[in-house]
């Protein structure tokens, strides 16, 4: 079993940077893929960035703008956001897959075996 909280989240404005926490729980973190999804309102939860531990991805809609890290001594991903747009807000989620791999990156929400609870950013323009 896995937990992950997020934080970080809030209300800034555009043009504005926040930097979103994941933190694990229960199960060595360093070797599982990890990602970055967000949900607006009306709309399906959609993929941001992903990371497999020497790799990343990227939406195009935030590439450029957005950088997922880990610290695996903390279990924790982290998702930096720059130059934040109204188009940006939504709730964020983190998922890990817990099967381990240091090369491969996934964007389906299926891939995924746990989620946080979300956080909301609200970036306003």
């Known amino acids: 079993q896995v937990q992950l909280v997020e934080s970080g989240g809030g209300l800034v404005q555009a043009g504005d940077s926040l930097r979103l926490s994941c933190t694990a729980s229960g199960r060595t973190f360093g070797t599982y893929p990890m990602g970055w999804f967000r949900q607006a309102p009306g709309k399906e939860r959609e993929f941001v960035a992903a990371?497999?531990?020497?790799?990343?991805d990227y939406s195009d809609s935030v590439k450029g703008r957005f950088t997922i890290s880990r610290d695996n001594a903390k279990k924790t991903v982290y998702l930096q956001m720059n130059s934040l747009k109204s188009e940006d807000t939504a709730v964020y989620y983190c998922?890990?897959?817990?099967?381990?791999?240091?090369?491969?990156?996934?964007?389906?929400?299926?891939?995924?075996?746990?989620w946080g609870q979300g956080t909301q950013v609200t970036v306003s323009s």
């Open positions: 990371s497999s531990g020497v790799r990343t």
């Open positions: 998922a890990v897959r817990t099967i381990a791999s240091l090369t491969t990156l996934y964007r389906t929400e299926s891939d995924y075996h746990y």
